[in-house]
């Protein structure tokens, strides 16, 4: 069974900083796309960030310029740098990982979550 370990999340002043860090358990595995979303109290989940399997990424307009996202798939690892953090980043934020288990019967394509990390950002 594919998991997902979200860590990093945590209170922070704006202005300040943190690295949200997110691995998969899992052993043999096909890694696509990876991905950051967030979820504010009260709001939709929207897509922050992602990383293709290539190494090209996109992010929201409101994050560009301050969070990156970057990949270890030997670690089986994605990670977002978040700087400048503003009190509109306060969310809840999920990983996202579209890949193959190899381990099942039948291997397929599928998204994967984790379990979502809260930041709260004070102003």
């Known amino acids: 069974q594919v998991q997902l370990v979200e860590s990093g999340g945590g209170s922070v002043q704006a202005g300040g900083s943190l690295r949200l860090s997110c691995v998969a358990s899992?052993?043999?595995?096909?890694?696509?796309?990876m991905r950051w979303y967030r979820q504010p109290a009260g709001k939709q989940r929207e897509l922050v960030a992602s990383?293709?399997?290539?190494?090209?990424?996109y992010y929201v307009d409101s994050v560009k310029g301050r969070f990156t996202i970057s990949r270890d798939n030997a670690r089986k690892s994605v990670y977002l740098q978040m700087n400048v953090l503003k009190a509109e980043d306060t969310a809840v934020y999920y990983c996202?990982?579209?890949?193959?288990?190899?381990?099942?019967?039948?291997?397929?394509?599928?998204?994967?979550w984790g379990q979502g990390t809260q930041v709260t950002v004070s102003s």
């Open positions: 996202n990982i579209e890949g193959v288990d190899h381990t099942t019967a039948t291997p397929s394509q599928r998204n994967y």
């Open positions: 899992v052993r043999i595995f096909t890694f696509y796309d």
């Open positions: 990383v293709s399997r290539g190494g090209s990424t």
